[in-house]
């Protein structure tokens, strides 16, 4: 089956700038490779972290980065200055569903709540046929090892049909990350139904 274009990326990763390196250069890299790949990326429009890693990496590739973001982020000084195109929203599920509506692929990079919510949130979308374009988890230094193995666990306690372990593919590093977004087909929403 051939796969459909993937033109748009929506990447969710941490705000936090206080992780260690190998987080920052990896996403950097993400963000670069796409731009120099001609996709264009969708944020959280965030200054700091693994969210402004992957919009400098683009950005400095001569990528196009749309930056999604609440007014009340704006107001607080959390806008990333440099963006190509920024969006403000209302309030965070606003924000939320105008990133996933653009989205042709979902990275998930690693993070803290924040970033667990948005991940955990377009998994479930998914598994109920509402978004059907892949989703990759960049386990940079194995960060998602842990939630991985929770998910497992919600199928192996019947919490979650196995079916469903196959909604998002996991990368060890961004060049893998790209080789994933290609390759995997659009959900079969037939399955959602499991």
Partial sequence: MDTPDRKTIVIYGASSPHVDDIFKEQAFELGSLLASAGRRIVTGAGSTGLMAAVE???????????GIIPQFMIDNGWLHKGLSEVIPTKDMHERK??????????????????????????ITWKMLGLFVKPIVILNTDSYYDPLLEMLERTSQRQFMSPYFLDIWKVASNPAQVIELIDSIPDWDCSRSKI
């Fill in 97 to 122: 569903s105008r990133m996933a509506a653009m989205a042709d692929a979902a990275i998930a990079l690693p993070g803290g709540t924040g970033t667990f919510e948005e991940l955990f949130e377009v």
């Fill in 56 to 66: 400098d990496g683009a950005l400095s590739a001569g990528g196009h980065v749309t």
